[in-house]
């Protein structure tokens, strides 16, 4: 209730897709994979499979915080 009440009903995001959003937006900073995986609560600096799901290699996030103009994924 509280979720539609304050984001509407045509919301759908869900918590897996802040945590990408935010290990791609880590990763864009230079976060070390340590630190990055002490504040997810995992392993993710040393599993693969958690590696593949929360930073997938996508052509369109290959360079993008080194484009002109740009200091992070976010940018």
Do not use: C, H
């Amino acid at each position: 209730m509280v979720r539609t009440a304050e984001f509407g009903v045509g919301e759908t995001r869900k918590l897996m897709d802040n945590r990408r959003s935010s290990s791609i937006e880590a990763l864009a900073g230079k976060v070390d994979p340590g630190a990055m995986a002490a504040k997810m609560g995992n392993t993710i600096d040393e599993s693969r499979t958690l590696q593949k799901t929360y930073l997938p290699r996508r052509s369109r996030w290959s360079g993008w915080s080194t484009r002109p103009g740009r200091s992070g994924a976010g940018d």
